[in-house]
């Protein structure tokens, strides 16, 4: 890791190889065959091991490396000991060797809030309606969402073999993008 690195870099970097492993993690779930469904307020609202195991892999993964970090996860669990195997502690060093709008250089790591929707799609997903789940880790600055990963575990997905193939990450700040495959800048937009 270069020493330049921001703690938004460091922060990407981390969220990155975060949200590839809750994309294993909700391949693995769906695998094994045991989504341990639960209603949280009514049929339309549900919570499945994947969601539990995601959500505590991501906030327990990332609060290790940045203890400072507001984190706040969709799902109301109980705060205990997570398995170490749920555990991810790298990084995406392609994204630390970009450099970010110079306008967050200077942000520590208590200014930053990150949001976690461990599986976006749940009810899809205990559907079958694999390409509709998502992964998502949003980090915002001052109430305004700055940069973010989405991770996409069925992306095109196959069933071959009870093996599912083909992921997708997206990851993003405001004029940064990253694919699985190929990190490129991209035009700045309006609304």
Known sequence: MASSSTVLMRLM???YSV???????VRNV??????????KCGPNDLQTKADRLVQMSIC????RKF??????GEEDLPSHDVDEELIEDGQCEEILKKAFPPQY????????VVWVDPLDGTKEYTE??????TVLIGIAYEGKAIAGVINQPFYNYEVINALILLE????SSYTFCSTVLDLQYIPHFTR
């Open 105 to 112: 250089s200077s942000i520590k790591e208590e200014e930053l």
């Open 30 to 39: 769906m695998a094994g065959g045991d989504l341990g469904i639960v209603e």
């Open 128 to 133: 079958g309606l694999l390409d509709h789940v």
């Open 168 to 171: 997708r990450h997206i990851s």
């Open 67 to 72: 203890p400072r970090v507001t984190i706040i």
């Open 13 to 15: 970097a981390s969220a």
């Open 60 to 63: 327990s993964s990332l609060a």
């Open 19 to 25: 949200a590839h492993r809750a994309g294993t993690i």
